[in-house]
């Protein structure tokens, strides 16, 4: 099998915004602010030496020309689109095109202004239909979840409860530790239970916010990356995976795992060599849009034993402080979920893990990191996964 | 038209309060006074409200007087078909500005109101056209009112002559006519005939368009008296401090209007309804770009490059002239002109009176946008000529205007 791009590719320099309710900011400030850090953390890179562009977001403007104008760059400009795991598709057609050799340097930059639309949670224009599908909001969809797994594994509704709360739990508790995000307060476990349900048995401490955001990553071979800096970020392996909505049209999927995940996951650590996730992985940002998605993510990812995800989180093994630290950036829970932004802003907390620079999130010495960026609803997801380490193979 | 009016006033103190009156207000609730405030470029450190119904013109005048503030109205009067206030009414605005500047125009020497509480006309909320009592009684109640108020007004101002200029604003015209007369103006120019006869009862701005029409044609030392009767009356006298400009300005302003048919008229003003083009609904205003861009949407304000001195409209985080990064200052076309650089037709997107036409706009001392041609008909503007913006009503969905501006050709600028 092909070993992809593994050791051939590296962030060298990265950006990101604050994330949150943003109102005196425009999304030409979220890209211009994203990009900026993104140059200003590369001693002696100029704009001009970024040769082209990848610019993620879901509704936040078409084409390229929203980057373009906002930057002022002159460049080959692609937007990509790719529901919520739209950023990480921006970093990955730029790895693509270093790779190719075509282009020395290029960006990948991720935004979304998702709060101006006024509306609850996300909202997607879809194309005319003869709009036979009920409305069914994203959390209706994804608090499908919970009941599946309790009937299929046998676990006790309120043991399970206590597994979503510890998710919810631990990733405010991380976002807490973190300027960037958009909520960073502790919320206590009984807060968290005794919350109002909005949809089946998730609260709002379940369901992931929306906000505003940006990111950005600069990429190059992984050959030049010392020539940039001496903390580069290397990919090890990465894995893009559309599903045929198979679990959405015909009968027989259970709720209790993403087959897209599963298959994403296995060509991903092929690619980084990971035969152990549970072992060789030092830490992950997981697409925590719902508290059961994370959860269920935890045994697709193969970090829990089928069934056991549940049992890991309560046991504390997720926690910062646990074997294998999930979302110690505080996740989408914390963050909220500026769609074009978050794959990119996952990748950006390994950047800053690996670097040392995680402030009083900071992991011991991690050597290899995964991020996980879905999109779409239980059924059918397109799902991507990469994993990064600090240093190349020897 | 009120931030038309407004924009030709000189410099106005900082602070100074904004009274806007108008009987039709875009919004309940909100307030229409601030729209005017941002369109005219004023900071938002100011009082600035409205005052409705058809007396709201004197109202904002009144109070004005008395605080050192700016009275701006604008308002159109609509009538059902065949009806006195459509044959009658017209629409446009006025602003006045109080306080001690140079150079005054006039000067207040007094005002009084007999506050009657009247069914003569009124309007139930959300109603399109006014309804009224039998004008016989009302005017039999008006006159009687108006005498007492002349009255006063006369004494409290210690002018007992005739003035040289009697305005009254009322809806009716043969009783707004007939008052003025019997009041005994000198006036040779016939201000109020004129405006009677060429715009109409432009109801709460009616007040005010006669008086700016009359202080053009008066010269100093005439005293000009204004009433307001409709509901209740209301008068002011003033005294005039320099000789008007004439009424050239005016002559070529009405000129310089378009005439239109009734059915475009109609169309306009929005009582026929055209097949809409087959287009997505226009969209509302979101309110928090429209916040963070305000100075942009409402003032015209774009950026100019402190280092190149490029401008941009809007204002750009980054410059594409040097590549310098926030360092755009504030720079407004608001009053500025400038040249039709390409322009077509758009029979395709939705417009009250099709084809819309659609220009790119470079203005003088740089930047360049997209803009609505406004008061042409096709045919009428064409590439290289001047422009100057007008702030206007651009769309409306469902009810909510969208204000922005467009262009307007200016009448007899060099091609």
């Known amino acids: 099998m092909s070993k992809g791009l593994h050791d051939r590719i590296a962030i060298v320099g990265m950006g990101c915004t604050n994330f949150g309710e943003l109102w005196d900011s425009s999304s030409d400030d979220l890209a211009v602010d994203a990009v900026e850090a993104a140059i200003a953390s590369v001693p002696g890179l100029n704009k001009s030496d970024i040769e ?7 509704a936040t403007g078409h084409s390229g020309l929203p980057l373009a104008k906002a930057l002022k760059v002159e460049r080959p400009v692609s937007r990509v689109e790719n529901y919520c795991a739209s950023g990480s598709d921006a970093f990955r057609n730029a790895a693509f095109a270093v790779a190719a050799g075509v282009y020395d340097v290029a960006m990948a930059v991720g935004v979304e202004k998702l709060k101006d639309s006024g509306y609850s949670g996300l909202t997607v224009d879809d194309p005319p239909s003869d709009n036979t599908l009920p409305e069914i909001s994203n959390p209706a969809s994804y608090a499908m979840l919970p009941a599946s797994y309790s009937e299929h594994y046998g676990v006790d509704p309120a043991e399970l409860r206590q597994a979503l709360t510890h998710v919810a739990w631990k990733n405010h508790s991380n976002g807490a530790l973190n300027p960037r995000a958009q909520y960073k307060s502790v919320v206590s476990k009984e807060t968290i239970d005794a919350a109002p349900r909005v949809a089946g048995d998730l609260s709002v401490f379940d369901c992931s916010g929306v906000a505003d955001g940006g990111a950005a990553a600069i990429i190059v071979r992984a050959e030049d990356a010392y020539k940039y800096t001496d903390m580069p970020m290397f990919l090890k392996g990465m894995s893009l995976h559309a599903g045929s909505s198979s679990g959405a049209s015909t009968a027989g999927q259970r709720h209790v795992t993403f087959p897209e995940v599963t298959a994403c996951a296995k060509a991903a650590y092929a690619e980084a060599g990971v035969t152990d996730p549970r072992t060789q992985i030092s830490m992950a940002e997981v697409h925590d849009c719902f508290t059961p998605t994370e959860m269920i993510l935890l045994e697709d990812l193969g970090f829990s034993e089928r069934g056991q995800g549940w049992k890991d989180l309560i046991a504390g093994r997720y926690d910062l402080d646990g074997d294998l630290p999930v979302n110690p950036d505080g996740g989408l829970k914390s963050f909220g979920h500026p769609v074009g932004a978050s794959g990119l802003r996952m990748m950006f907390e390994l950047w800053l893990q690996f670097r040392g620079e995680a402030g009083a999130r900071q992991l011991d010495n991690p050597t290899l990191g995964l991020t996980h960026n879905m999109g779409g609803l239980p059924g059918e997801f397109v799902s991507f996964i990469a994993l990064f380490g600090a240093e190349l193979d020897r | 038209m009120g931030v038309a009016a407004a924009s030709k006033l000189p410099p106005v103190d900082e602070g100074a309060p904004l009274f806007f009156a108008t009987a039709s207000p875009p919004f309940a609730d909100k307030t229409n006074a601030t729209i005017v405030r941002a369109a005219l ?102 006159s009687k009112a108006i005498d007492d108020v002349v009255a006063e007004v006369g004494k409290r101002s210690g002018i007992s002559d005739s003035p040289a200029v009697v305005l009254v604003a009322a809806p009716q015209r043969r009783f707004a006519l007939g008052r003025a007369k019997a009041l005994g103006a000198l006036d040779t120019s016939d201000v109020l005939s004129v405006h009677r006869s060429q715009v109409g009862y432009c109801a709460a701005a009616d007040v005010g368009v006669q008086l700016a029409r009359a202080l053009d044609v008066s010269r100093a030392g005439d005293i000009v008296l204004v009433i307001n009767a409709v509901g209740s009356v209301d008068a002011m006298t003033l005294r005039v401090l320099r000789d008007g400009p004439g009424v050239d300005g005016w002559t070529q302003w009405l000129e310089s209007r378009r005439s239109l048919s009734y059915v475009e008229f109609l169309t306009w003003i929005g009582r026929l309804g055209r097949e809409p083009a087959r287009r997505p609904e226009k969209p509302g205003v979101a309110a928090p770009p429209a916040v963070r861009n305000a100075s942009w949407k409402y003032a015209m304000t774009g950026g100019q490059c402190r280092q190149c001195g490029k401008v941009y409209l809007p204002a750009h985080r980054v410059c594409g002239g040097c590549g310098a990064v926030d360092s755009q200052t504030p720079y407004s076309v608001a009053s500025r002109q400038g040249r039709v650089a390409a322009i077509s037709t758009d029979a395709v997107t939705d417009s009250p009176s099709p084809p819309a036409i659609a220009a790119m706009v470079d203005f003088d001392g740089g930047g360049r946008i997209m803009m609505e041609i406004a008061d042409s008909a096709a045919g009428e503007i064409a590439l290289g000529d001047v422009v100057e913006p007008v702030f206007r009503r651009v769309y409306e969905v469902k009810g909510i205007p969208n204000y922005f501006w467009k262009a307007r050709r200016v009448m007899g600028a060099e091609a």
């Open chain 2, 41 to 142: 470029g004023w900071d938002e450190w100011r009082l600035a409200v409205d005052l409705a119904g058809l007396r709201s013109g004197f109202g904002a005048l009144s109070v004005a007087s008395l605080t050192g503030g700016v009275a701006v109205m604008g308002d159109h009067r609509q009538g059902r078909t065949g009806s006195a206030d459509e044959a009658d009414g017209g629409a446009a605005g006025a602003a006045f500005a109080f306080g001690e500047g140079p150079d005054p125009v006039a000067e207040v020497l007094a005002t009084a109101s007999a506050s009657t509480e009247l069914m003569d006309v009124w309007r139930a909320p959300g109603a399109q056209y006014a309804e009224s009592w039998e004008e016989r009684f009302s005017q039999h109640v008006l």
């Open chain 1, 52 to 58: 082209a562009y990848w610019y993620s977001t879901l």
